[in-house]
């Protein structure tokens, strides 16, 4: 499957943005879903997944309450809903799929990936 995002940009801090991830190829209802940002010089973090079966979700600590994961089944989406936003959420995000359907939080267990929008909170 492969992955199209979109809704990157820049936003002041307390903003929001929405991120897209449309697949093509495959259907996400054979894979869960997960988020991923990288800053400079850091390591790949988990954001959010979506196991597509029974539409669970989890996210990192640092984004729960205000990041939402979603989908679009009818359009074979998957959606980052991103609110209070701050200026350590500036990274570039990734959108990636699972074939075991875990909604794991490590990045290594996902096969596919999009190419990642960058996101810039500014203070």
């Known amino acids: 499957v492969q992955l199209v995002e979109s809704g990157g940009g820049l936003v002041q801090a307390g903003g929001s943005l929405r991120l897209s991830c449309a697949a093509s190829g495959g259907t996400f209802s054979h894979y869960a879903a997960g988020w991923f940002r990288q800053a400079p010089g850091a390591e790949r973090e988990f954001v959010a997944a979506l196991r597509w079966t029974g539409g669970t979700t989890s996210y990192a600590d640092s984004v729960k309450g205000r990041f939402t994961i979603s989908r679009d089944a009818a359009k074979n989406t998957v959606y980052l809903q991103m609110n209070s936003l701050k200026p350590e959420a500036t990274a570039v995000y990734y959108c990636?799929?699972?074939?075991?359907?875990?909604?794991?939080?490590?990045?290594?267990?996902?096969?596919?990936w999009g190419q990642g929008p960058q996101v810039t909170v500014s203070t």
């Open positions: 990636a799929a699972e074939r075991l359907g875990l909604g794991s939080g490590t990045p290594s267990q996902y096969e596919c």
